[in-house]
């Protein structure tokens, strides 16, 4: 298998297990608490965005790389995080979650077929697409769709008292790139002390935006 055949298996994975879980969630409790400011119908609609972003950006080609990983894109989305860029992300979600509409699972299911459709035109060419870090190759943009599923589904899960267990494979892709992303951003010493149980994390220390 290439590289960007075992990206994609494994974000196959993350993306079922998040459309199962959704499955679950009652329709009455889309509009109670789900993160932050964020209600579970804008929680669950931001969750979608990873399957949504994967069909857009498919759609697009970059001259060059600019991210050259999946923790260098998070990285450079951080350096350009700021109070309006969140204010941004919030709204993105709330329309997200707008947008699926009277049956979201219907919603959710077609924008990953549409996405799985993107990726079969690939036809196994690990193509440079443009996303918001910049230029990157779909092999190592495809690992941030997997991280951002995965952990929006433990999200979930805790919103609503769920059991949730990630998939293997995407569990140890999340944790891998979450140590790789918080060693970027000058956080490595910090997470290696708080999960020997030395410390705690700094307050609001994260390694995505």
Request: with cysteine; hydrophobic share 45%; net charge negative.
């Amino acid at each position: 298998m290439t590289a960007l055949d075992t990206v994609r298996a494994t974000y196959a994975e993350a993306a079922a297990a998040f459309l199962d879980l959704a499955a679950q969630v009652p329709p009455d409790r889309y509009a109670g608490p789900g993160l932050g400011n964020w209600d579970l119908r804008s929680l669950i609609g931001h969750a979608g965005r990873s399957l949504l972003t994967v069909t857009t950006y498919l759609d697009t080609r970059a001259e060059r790389v600019d991210a050259e990983d999946a923790a260098d894109y998070f990285a450079v989305v951080s350096r350009l995080a700021d109070g309006t860029t969140r204010d941004a992300i919030h709204q993105r979600g709330v329309e997200a979650g707008v947008l699926l509409g009277d049956d979201p699972m219907a919603a959710l299911r077609a924008a990953r077929d549409d996405a799985e459709a993107a990726l079969d035109l690939l036809e196994g060419e690990d193509v440079v697409i443009r996303t918001a870090g910049g230029g990157m190759r779909v092999s190592d943009y495809l690992p941030t769709r997997t991280f951002e599923l995965t952990v929006h589904c433990l999200d979930i899960a805790r919103a609503t008292g769920l059991d949730f267990t990630p998939p293997t494979e995407a569990l140890a892709d999340t944790l891998a790139l979450a140590s790789a992303s918080a060693l970027r951003q000058g956080l490595g010493v910090d997470v290696v002390l708080a999960l020997t149980g030395r410390q705690p994390l700094p307050s609001g220390a994260s390694v995505v935006p």
